[in-house]
Each structure stands twice: as structure tokens, then as C-alpha cells.
């Protein structure tokens, strides 16, 4: 169906509006042939500046963006042949949904006989084959967000840039309409760059995933490289439901230099020497590590109880362990249907989030020992943009 696929390349992108406010700070990114990029981070952070920019709605302070091997930094948007989806559908009132796709090919003159080739086509694969002679008003959100992608489609476009199209659906709709989105992407490869504040759907859907906050790019890389190896504590607290949680100690020898252990709180978790910081440096002061939810348990889970039979010595003189323990209070509980998320505090008042079966699940104001299991633990640094120290055994991801 789609034929005109192109990369994009961002060189240096930067955007200041006036009154010096920097919404992007040279952005570089390249979205290959046939990719889905999905771009995320908060509200405000410069994403949809960004989309803009490539199709040509907003002119860029600085830098250059490439399409298809064409600088078209200084081209309007009808030349850049993009097709541009936006977060409410964009579709002609008065006119009915068989026209609406219809209307950009019309007016760069295709042929009757193509159009009608080419609206059948996108319609068929968008399930809204049966709503061509309805207008907009007659169809549900779901099937106005279709019709909308299938007015893209229709183009042939050299890319697409989708702006948050289904963030305005209820979550099952938008979860449907995410399967039909990377099933029809998977089909045609098409170029395309998605824009979301949702991480999950950024997740679910990016080949690759781009986390952009207040305006500069923090990581570009696969979903499992940035869930397992964020480069800073924003990505680290930003990807994953529920995320990471970051806790500030040091590291500390025992047993004459044989076993290092992360000390926080009043507990004690060993670190395997392959896990260490490999910036020796880096361990002689305050630290931090990250640790995910499935990293943690709590009494009552799969895993067994993390009661006084795990003990505090973890890591004592001749104990081999690959947990330790961490004493916390339940201060919350956030149910989710089947689980919950268990918000704990420690001793110092350090926030974790561990999710939980939630028949399972401890009573707010409850005092538990936590099992912590260090063994895919990462360390950043306290300071600065708290980037994350590699470890002196870190390997290529596979």
C-alpha cells in the first residue's frame, strides 16, 4: 500500500521561542527506513515541537532535518511529503468519510480510478470500509482516529508522524487501536515517528524508543536496552510500571575486602564484583542503585518469605548470598485490579514501589522486611544528570 519510505535524519535540532525559552536543545536522531521511532517524556518536554518541526509547521532555531537524503529545513510543508496525524482527527465535517480520504489525493490530481483504488485499500486495512458514506459526526472516536490514519495513508507519504493519536481513547480502544497500529506498520514498514507521554505505549509499540526531557534528548535505543540499561536516573525513573526505585548509600567492603556490600538504611545488600561500578572512583562516596520491582520481594511472595530467616547478615564473613535484606513501611498500596503496587519507605525514608499479587499485599502502616536481590542491580552516579556508571563485568546487550 505505502511506497514511499525515506529516513529522517535530525541534525542538531534546536528551538527558542521568545522570552529565551529553549523548548529543544540540538536534538540528533535518525529514524531509519521502514522504523517505527516512538518518542516519549513528560508534558512540555519538547516533544511535539519536535513533530512539528520535521513536517514543517515550525521553522527550527537551529539545525538541519533531512528527509530521504533532502534538506528540507527551509521547505513548507507541501513539499516535505510527510503525512501528519494529529491528536484529535483532522477530518472535513461536511463532507463524508469516503471523501475525507479522498481530498488530499483530489487535490494533487490523481486519477479518479487510483483514488478509488487507493481509498479502498486504506479502509479495508482500517477496518472502516462500511463507514465511507458516513460523516465524521456519525462515527465514534475509535472509527473518526481510523479514518483520520487512513487520510495518511492514502498519501503514500515518504513518512508518517502520528502526534498522539489515541491518547483522547479509553484504554481499551486504545489498546486495540495499538495492535492494529504495529500490525499495519508491521505489514507495510512504513517510516514513521509516534509521539506519546505514554511510556507504556512507547514500550508496547517502538522498535526503537527516544526519551526527550525539557527539550534534550536523554536516550535513544530498543525498549530492553532502555528498561535494562537507562542512561541516567530520569530514564531509569521515567520507563517502567512501576519504576525503578533509586535508593542513596555506599558501598562498603567486609570480610577483608572479599565481599562488597550496598548499605542504606540500616540494610545490607551484597554486590557481585561484576556488578560494581568499574569507575573505582565513583564507589568512595554516596551512590546510588537502581533496583526494578521484580528485583524485590516481600513476604508472601512467589518467591518465599523475606522474614527474620533471611536474617541481616547477608553479608556476613562466609555467607554466600545473592540477596540481602532491607527493613520498610508500607505507606501506601495502589490497586490495579489482579495486582497492586506497594509504595514503601525505609527507615531514612527512601521511597521503593514493588508490585504484588494483591490478595497478597501487606496493610498500610505495616513494618516488612524486604528481600533484595542485587544481581541485575545498576549504579548512577548522585550528582549532575545522574548518569549511570557501567559495570565492570557489563556486557553487549544481546
Known sequence: MVTGMAEIILDRIGKVYPGSVRALDGIEMRIDDGELLVVTGPSGAGKSTLLRIIAGLEAPSSGRVVIGERDVTRL?????DVAMVFQQPAL????????????????????PQEIRRRVDEASEA???????????????????????????IVRRPAAFLLDEPL????????????????????RERVT??????????AMAMGERIAV????????IGPPRELYLRPANLFVAGFLGR???????????????????????????????????????DATRGEIILGIRSESISLPGDARGDAGDGAGRGACDPGRVAAEGTLDASVARLELLGRDADVHLRTAGGQPL?????????????????????????LFFEPAGDGRRLPAAGEEEMP
Open 167 to 186: 491518547s483522547h481513547l479509553d484504554a481499551p480502544l486504545r489498546s486495540q487501536l495499538r495492535s492494529e497500529l504495529m500490525g499495519l506498520h508491521r
Open 76 to 80: 513548507s510543508p507541501r513539499l516535505r
Open 126 to 152: 482500517l477496518g472502516i470500509g462500511h463507514l465511507l458514506d458516513r460523516r465524521p459526526d456519525a462515527l465514534s472516536g475509535g472509527e473518526q482516529t481510523r479514518a483520520s490514519l487512513g487520510r495518511a
Open 353 to 377: 514501589v514493588h508490585r504484588i499479587d494483591r490478595r497478597r499485599a501487606p496493610a498500610p502502616g505495616a513494618i516488612i522486611r524486604l528481600r533484595i536481590d542485587a544481581a541485575s542491580a
Open 242 to 280: 512501576p519504576p525503578m526505585s533509586l535508593l542513596r548509600g555506599r558501598l562498603r567492603s567486609r570480610d577483608g575486602g572479599a565481599q562488597r556490600c550496598f548499605e542504606v538504611d540500616g540494610g545490607s545488600i551484597p554486590i557481585a564484583a561484576e556488578r560494581e561500578p568499574a569507575d573505582g
Open 212 to 219: 526527550i526531557d525539557r527539550g534534550s534528548l536523554q536516550q
Open 92 to 111: 472535513y465535517p461536511h463532507l463524508s468519510i469516503r471523501e475525507n480520504l479522498a481530498f488530499p489525493l483530489r487535490r494533487r490530481r490523481v486519477p
Open 192 to 201: 514513521a515517528l509516534l509521539v506519546t507521554h505514554d511510556q507504556e505505549e
